[in-house]
């Protein structure tokens, strides 16, 4: 881990960043950067920006306040800029977030790259979109890679860092040192691939989730219940990897396949038809709406981040880390 020393001095290479595309992620994006000290300037042509942003810096605000960073004031440091180039003009950090379309993601960096200083270190927060892929139209591409954050990003603290084939090897000790400098857990991709890692098993629990619901085997709440008392609370401890070592017995994992192994096989074979029709979408949305979709959604948010700050909290208290970073 950085000394905070490190840190400061890390942040104070990327003082002047942009944000594109302040929605969901790019707010929460500017609300941890600005929490951190660093200037944002937003660009999003949506005509109530200000007014998102500004509601999601009052959101954040509990959350970074618990994370032991500045919460007031933050918009001293905001700024809003429609025109691209102006926007990327004097940003020494791009965090992009914009619509998840590959030929909208291609076409901005290339709009971008004439207005953009050499140094500026080009961060897309894509959920899937490898950084080739969006490099296609650059002359020179050796500064963008993937800064996929998980929702919020300024709380959970996963980043997957994943270069592309044009990707400089000293952009990707730039990124993670930008990250863990802002507290994230930053985790390099040793390849580009659709949906990262993080989002491929979502993916996959997800299709299982929804051909549950399908075959009518339980409601969605009960499902959401299911992982929350089960695998949820185990991952945020032990992988799936570490967790079958110790259901293995005394050799770990070399048991469990003995055990298991030959009918985990067979089993990855066999994956069941999840039609996701819109007969299917609605009855999972009916089914949430009268379960947890009663409950108004910026509530949702806050029990979401005040529980998971708690178990952030015990996580490092048990590694006698205190807990938190800042
Ligand atoms: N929502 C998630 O859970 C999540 C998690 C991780 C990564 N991501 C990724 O982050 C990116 C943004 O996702 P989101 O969920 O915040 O979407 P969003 O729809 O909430 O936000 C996208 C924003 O981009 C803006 N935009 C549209 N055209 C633009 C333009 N020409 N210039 C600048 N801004 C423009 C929109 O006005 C909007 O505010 C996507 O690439 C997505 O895959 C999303």
New binding site residues.
């Given amino acids: 881990m950085t000394s905070s020393d490190g840190r400061a001095a890390i942040l104070g290479r990327y003082q002047n960043t942009c944000v ?9 994006w500017t609300a941890l950067f600005l929490a951190h000290g660093l200037k944002v300037v937003v ?4 005509p109530d ?1 200000e007014g ?1 942003v500004r509601t999601m810096l009052d959101k954040a605000g509990p959350t970074l306040k618990a994370l032991g960073l500045p919460h007031q004031g933050l918009d001293a440091n905001l700024r809003f800029e429609a025109d ?1 180039e102006r926007a990327v003009a004097g940003a020494d950090l791009v965090q ?5 379309n590959p030929q ?2 291609q076409d ?1 960096w290339a709009r971008a790259e004439p207005a953009l200083q050499k140094h500026a270190l080009l961060l ?6 490898p950084a080739t892929e969006q490099a296609r139209k650059m002359k020179d591409a050796s500064r963008l890679l993937i800064g ?4 919020p ?1 300024h709380l959970i603290p996963l980043v997957e860092v994943v270069p592309g084939e044009h990707t400089a090897p000293e952009a990707v000790t730039d990124a993670v040192a930008f990250y863990d400098a802002l507290g994230k857990v930053p985790r390099v991709l040793k390849k580009e691939i659709q949906g990262f890692v993080a ?1 491929r098993l979502q993916r996959a629990i997800m299709r299982e989730a929804c051909y549950l619901v399908q075959e009518g085997v339980v409601t969605v709440d009960e499902l959401d219940d299911i992982v929350t008392s089960s695998i949820g609370l185990r991952w945020a401890v032990n992988g799936p990897f570490s967790s079958f070592h110790m259901g293995g017995g005394p050799k770990g994992l070399e048991s469990f396949f003995q055990h298991l192994g030959k009918n985990m096989a067979k089993s990855f074979k066999v994956i069941p038809e999840v039609d996701l029709d819109e007969k299917l979408q609605q009855r999972i949305v009916d089914q949430a709406a009268a379960s947890f979709g009663k409950t108004p959604i910026p509530q949702m948010e806050r029990r979401r981040d005040d529980a998971q700050l708690a178990i952030l909290g015990a996580l490092a208290g048990l590694a006698g880390e205190g807990a938190t970073r800042s």
């Fill in positions: 594109i595309g302040a929605g969901v992620i790019g707010a929460s660009n999003d042509p949506q920006i998102f691209l992009e977030n914009g619509p998840e909208w993601k901005l897309s927060s894509s959920s899937a979109r996929h954050p998980f929702n990003p989002n």
